[in-house]
């Protein structure tokens, strides 16, 4: 059984998908690992780490991927990418694991199956008690709601929480976060340890007890009882809402918005366009000076004016719509993220070699492409 770790070539991509800890964990479990040269240097990773723990360093990466069975990786290979990003280096039967982002990428997903790779995508992953350990998804948006609120700060121009002084009084900043998912939820709990005043929204009341028990209000629009039994799924994610409770919606926010001195915003169902919850009215009647973050940026935006990793400026306010955020943290975003993958490859060895039980509903949900064909698309 042979892994291989591949350098990501991604523009903005500083995460790498292994690091020494997991490697050593790899060699228990019988694997041999082989890590190209330089894969988590920009991680803080170095060869020499990775050595220490067992790994052999291949300068080639061709070499490494003809030698190895599972290839891990942060980011998805394609026709045009640079070395270890490039499909061509692939042979028949690797198996690839990854954000592949399939709804996004199906050409790539397509190509994979042409080449016969197997290739697992840890968005699929389930979020069920049992893959709770190998969801990348939520470690990744957690670290990306703490780095939105730390950016904003650094961008305001003011400071967060109250202070009186000798010279005077400075009030403590609003901050307003739009979606309490994972994302939001480590966004609320970062801006109240900076001392603001934290107030979130969200369309699934169920979060009102989670948001209030970090210390932020929870903004609510009026729902009767048959809405409220509406706004989510069995899985717990967010149901598109009527055409009447949105605009409820946007009248509150109106008012709301106004006195927010930062925005951050995470609003997103699976597998659509992100909502509009910002107008450009809305940014219109902001104060000069104040930020929205979109963390939704890739998928469309929660404001208007997003535009993906850009920094557009609007009367005074900024609207910043970074799609990189946990590859700014890139040591603790590689870490968790590759704790995560061992134990998604954990599922797949049973005394020192490979087997893969393709009726477990995390294998089969996460596979997208199988021997040949493009699958759960
Ligand atoms: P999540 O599914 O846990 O949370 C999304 C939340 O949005 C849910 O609580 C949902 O109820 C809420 N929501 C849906 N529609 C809404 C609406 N109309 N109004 C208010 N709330 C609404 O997702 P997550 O893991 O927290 O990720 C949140 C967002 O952050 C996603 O768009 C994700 O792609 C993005 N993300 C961005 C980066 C980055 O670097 N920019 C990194 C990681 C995640």
New binding site residues.
Partial sequence: MKIAVIKETAPLEKRVAATPDTIKKYIELGFEVGIEKDAGINSYYSDESYEKSGAKIYPDVKNLISKSNIILKVNNIHANGEGGDNINNYKNNNKIIGFLKPLQNLDQIKSLAKNNIDAFSVELIPRISRAQSMDA??S??NL??YKSVINAVDEFSKAIPMMMTAAGTIAPAKILI???????LQAIATAKRLGAIVSA????TA?KEQVESLGAKFVEVNMDKKEQSKNETEGG??KE?SEEYKLR?KTLLEDYIKNQDIIIT?????GKK??E?ISTKMVESMKTGSIIMD?????GGNCSLTKANETIVKNGVKIMG?????SQIPQDASNLYAKNLLNFIKLMVKDKKLNIDWEDEIIKNSCVSFQGKVINI
């Fill in positions: 998804l939520s990744q948006s990306a709601g739009l979606g309490a998912g994972v994302a939001g929204f969200d369309v699934r979060v994610y967010a809402m919606q995470t609003a997103l169902i699976p992100a909502p919850l963390l939704a940026s890739e998928a970074p799609t990189d955020l946990p």
